[in-house]
C-alpha cells in the first residue's frame, strides 16, 4: 500500500471519528427554551443589529462545520437556536429595481424603511431623501454606533446614517457622520477621512483610535464619542489577520471592536443602537476563496458570541442577526470515493476528509495576489500554492491557477474540496433573520427587508 493511500485513509477514518463526536455529542434540546417568548416581550432599551454580509445559508453550514470538527467548539449563534427562545425568520431582499439586491439598497431598506435601488443609499427612485434611522434615534436622545470590517462609510454602515445617490461617495459619507453626530464608528476607511476631517472629529469630542493597541488604550468607564480607523481600506481577512506575522497585533478583530463599542455604549442612559457588521463574508464570496469565507464568518459567530455575553447582564437588549443577501452560493458538495482514491469506497465517503483540507489553508486568495502569486506559473506558483493550502496541484490545473483569476481557482480548489460556488456575484434567496429579546415578538416569520425599518423604532418605542 503507498505512503499516499494510507495518509488518505488515516485522514479518512480521522475524519470519521470527528464527524461522530461533532455530532454525536449535541445534549438534547435545552430547558431554556421552556421560557419561551417570555424574555422577548417588552420595550427593548438597546438593540444590537448583527449583519453577516452576502451570507447565504451555505456560508453558516460551512463555518459551523469548521468550528465543530476543527475547533471542537460550538457556534454562538447557532446554539442559540437550540438554547434560547428566539424568533427565527426568513426575510426576501429585494432592491427597488432588482430581484438581486446590493448592500447599499439592503441597508437602505432597514435603514430608511422603504425600497431604493441598487447603489444608491437612502434616496428614493423619485429623488425623495429618507430620514435614517440613526436621525430618528437621535432626536430621542438614543446614542448610536457602526461597527465594519469594510471601511467605515461603506454601503451597509451608511445604509442607517447616509443620505447619498451613490454609494461610493464615502468621503461624503464620512463628512455627514460627523454633522449628524454618529456617537461610535470602528471599522476601516482611513483615506476617507482626510487629517482635517479626523481633526475636526478630536475638536467635536471624539476619541480618535488608528491601531488596535491605540483602541485597548482608551478610557471606557464613560461616555464619550469614539471614531477608530484601523486600515486604509477593508481589514484583512481574517484569515490573513490571525496568520501573517504582526497583523494581530495592529488589527482588532470584530469582536474587539464590537466590546469597544459596547463598553463606551452601555454608559447611554437612554440607550442605544448598535449595527455590527462582518463585512467581509461577502467579499470572500465574490472572490470564491472558502477558507476565507469560513473564517470570517467564524470571526462573526465570535462577535456574536461578545455580544451575548453583554446582553446576559443587560436583557433589555434586543438582538438582531441577519444578512442583507447572499453572496457566490457557496455549499459543500458530496465527493464520492472509489477505491483507487484512499478512501473507503462509497457514496459521498470522501466528503469529510476533502472538508478538512480547509483547516490546512494559512491565507486568502486576495492575500496570495496582493503579495504576488498571480505573477508566478508553473512549480513556483504550485510550491506557494501549497505552502498556503496545503494542497499538491496537477501540472494541468497549476496551469489553468496561473494568475488565480475566477472560474480557474473556484473550479481548482473545489476539486480538493468539494466547496463549490454559483457565482462571483449576489445572489436572490430567502435569508436568515432571528430575534431575541424585548420586541422580537414583532417580528413575523416571514419579512420584507424593508419591514425592519419600523419594527426596530417600535421595539424601541419610538414609533
Known amino acids: ?16 471519528l470527528l464527524t461522530s463526536a461533532v455530532f454525536g455529542a449535541e445534549p438534547a434540546l435545552s430547558q431554556t427554551v421552556t421560557r419561551k417568548a417570555a424574555e422577548n416581550k417588552g420595550h427593548a432599551k438597546n438593540v444590537i443589529f448583527m449583519v453577516s454580509d452576502g451570507m447565504n445559508m451555505g456560508a453558516l453550514s460551512l463555518a459551523k462545520l469548521y468550528r465543530g470538527m476543527v475547533e471542537e467548539k460550538k457556534s454562538h449563534w447557532l446554539q442559540l437556536y437550540r438554547e434560547r427562545a428566539v424568533v427565527r425568520c426568513l426575510a426576501e431582499t429585494y432592491s427597488a429595481n432588482s430581484i438581486v439586491t446590493d448592500s447599499a439598497a439592503a441597508a437602505s431598506a432597514w435603514g430608511g424603511g422603504q ?9 428614493t427612485p423619485d429623488g425623495k431623501l429618507l430620514t435614517p434611522l440613526q436621525d430618528k434615534l ?40 460627523l454633522d449628524r453626530r454618529v456617537d461610535v464608528l470602528l471599522g476601516g476607511g482611513q483615506k476617507f477621512f482626510s487629517p482635517e476631517l479626523r481633526g475636526k472629529f478630536a475638536a467635536a469630542g471624539y476619541d480618535v483610535a488608528d491601531s488596535r493597541e491605540a483602541l485597548t488604550k482608551l478610557d471606557h ?18 484569515i490573513d489577520r490571525k496568520n501573517v506575522p504582526g497583523l494581530a497585533d495592529t488589527l482588532p478583530s470584530l469582536a474587539e471592536m464590537a466590546r469597544s463599542a459596547l463598553d463606551r455604549l452601555q454608559h447611554a442612559s437612554d440607550g442605544f443602537f448598535l449595527m455590527v457588521e462582518g463585512a467581509r463574508i461577502d467579499h470572500a464570496g465574490h472572490a470564491n476563496d472558502a477558507a476565507a469565507s469560513i473564517h470570517d464568518q467564524l470571526a462573526f459567530d ?48 470522501a466528503t469529510t476528509p476533502f472538508f478538512l483540507r480547509l483547516k490546512e489553508f494559512t491565507r486568502s ?11 508566478l506559473s508553473g512549480p513556483k506558483l504550485g510550491e506557494a500554492l501549497k505552502q498556503y493550502s496545503g494542497l499538491t496541484f496537477t501540472a494541468d490545473q497549476i496551469k489553468s491557477l496561473q494568475g488565480l483569476k475566477l ?18 456575484n449576489h445572489t436572490s434567496e430567502l435569508v436568515e433573520f432571528c430575534a431575541l429579546g424585548p420586541g422580537s415578538h414583532l417580528f413575523s416569520p416571514y419579512l420584507w427587508n424593508y419591514e425592519v425599518h419600523n419594527l426596530l423604532l417600535r421595539a424601541m418605542e419610538v414609533a
Open 302 to 349: 465570535d462577535a456574536v458570541g461578545v455580544v451575548l455575553e453583554f446582553i446576559a447582564k443587560n436583557p433589555d437588549t434586543l438582538l438582531i442577526i441577519t444578512t442583507d443577501h447572499g453572496c457566490g452560493g457557496i455549499q459543500m458538495n458530496g465527493v464520492s470515493a472509489n477505491a483507487d482514491q484512499g478512501f473507503a469506497p462509497g457514496l459521498y465517503n
Open 407 to 424: 472560474p480557474a481557482t473556484s473550479d481548482a480548489f473545489k476539486q480538493h474540496t468539494g466547496v463549490g460556488w454559483t457565482s462571483a
Open 365 to 375: 486568495t486576495e492575500w496570495m495576489k496582493q503579495n504576488g502569486m498571480d505573477g
Open 1 to 16: 500500500m503507498s505512503g499516499t493511500t494510507t495518509s488518505s485513509r488515516r485522514d479518512f477514518l480521522r475524519a470519521s
Open 138 to 177: 437621535q432626536k430621542q436622545g438614543i446614542r448610536t454606533g457602526l461597527v465594519s470590517t469594510a471601511t467605515i462609510t461603506h454601503a451597509t454602515p451608511a445604509g442607517f446614517a447616509a443620505n447619498v445617490n451613490s454609494r461610493g461617495e464615502e468621503k461624503e459619507i464620512a463628512q455627514q457622520y
Open 115 to 123: 425600497r431604493v435601488n441598487n447603489g444608491t443609499i437612502n434616496i
Open 221 to 238: 468607564s464613560s461616555f464619550k464619542p469614539l471614531l477608530g480607523l484601523f486600515s486604509d481600506g477593508y481589514h484583512a481577512f481574517d
